[in-house]
T-cell receptor, first 112, second 114 residues
Framework: GEDVEQSLFLSVREGDSSVINCTYTDSSSTYLYWYKQEPGAGLQLLTYIFSNMDMKQDQRLTVLLNKKDKHLSLRIADTQTGDSAIYFC????????????FGQGTTLQVKP | EPEVTQTPSHQVTQMGQEVILRCVPISNHLYFYWYRQILGQKVEFLVSFYNNEISEKSEIFDDQFSVERPDGSNFTLKIRSTKLEDSAMYFCASNNPPGTGELFFGEGSRLTVL
């Protein structure tokens, strides 16, 4: 079945780049997403990438998609303490109905 | 900026009791969803709802669960007879016809079943 996997924890120093990785199984997924969850808050969409793209850049965020390996990554440049949160990778599946398959989330800790 | 709101933020209930979690989706959205996250586990899809009926549901969404849009603004999730394993954070989400598929999530309702 559909599955999304992420590493659980990443620690970086303020100012460094963070790279959060994700693998997924459904090669027919139309969209892949990165959501951010801050403590006590809901899931906030950070960015998404359409499956026919291999890279998307949005200010400090760069998303790379390797469809062959079913690998998605999120790079945060110049990581700030305010970036500390849980980051979820999710795939839309082929039907794009709004049913998303989430990974277990990567906790990003940014040390000053 | 419009947002999805959920109440209550936290509910504690005894096993076997009925629970209703409430959501107010973004006003011009047509598709509504419930997801849940058991502590330490993945966020899981429960159900999607469109045009006053369930569009899709997961295996988790058994006969103990139901959803309703009782009026033009609220979207509710009812658990008829709660079990210990229903303890989780429940997220409501909404969006408009698929497009990019972006879901707008509420802050969640934490349910604790004792």
């Amino acid at each position: 079945g559909e599955d999304v996997e992420q590493s659980l924890f990443l620690s970086v120093r303020e100012g460094d780049s963070s790279v959060i990785n994700c693998t997924y199984t459904d090669s027919s997924s139309t969209y892949l997403y990165w959501y951010k969850q801050e403590p006590g808050a809901g899931l906030q969409l950070l960015t998404y990438i359409f499956s026919n793209m291999d890279m998307k850049q949005d200010q400090r965020l760069t998303v790379l998609l390797n469809k062959k390996d079913k690998h998605l990554s999120l790079r945060i440049a110049d990581t700030q303490t305010g970036d500390s949160a849980i980051y979820f990778c999710a795939e839309s599946g082929s039907s794009n109905t709004g049913k998303l398959i989430f990974g277990q989330g990567t906790t990003l800790q940014v040390k000053p | 900026e419009p947002e999805v709101t959920q109440t209550p933020s936290h509910q504690v209930t005894q096993m076997g009791q009925e629970v209703i979690l409430r959501c107010v989706p973004i006003s011009n959205h047509l598709y509504f969803y419930w997801y849940r996250q058991i502590l330490g586990q993945k966020v899981e899809f429960l159900v999607s709802f469109y045009n006053n009926e369930i569009s899709e549901k997961s295996e988790i969404f058994d006969d103990q669960f139901s959803v309703e849009r009782p009026d033009g603004s609220n979207f509710t999730l009812k658990i008829r007879s709660t079990k210990l394993e229903d303890s989780a954070m429940y997220f409501c989400a909404s969006n408009n016809p698929p497009g990019t598929g972006e879901l707008f999530f509420g802050e969640g309702s934490r349910l604790t079943v004792l």
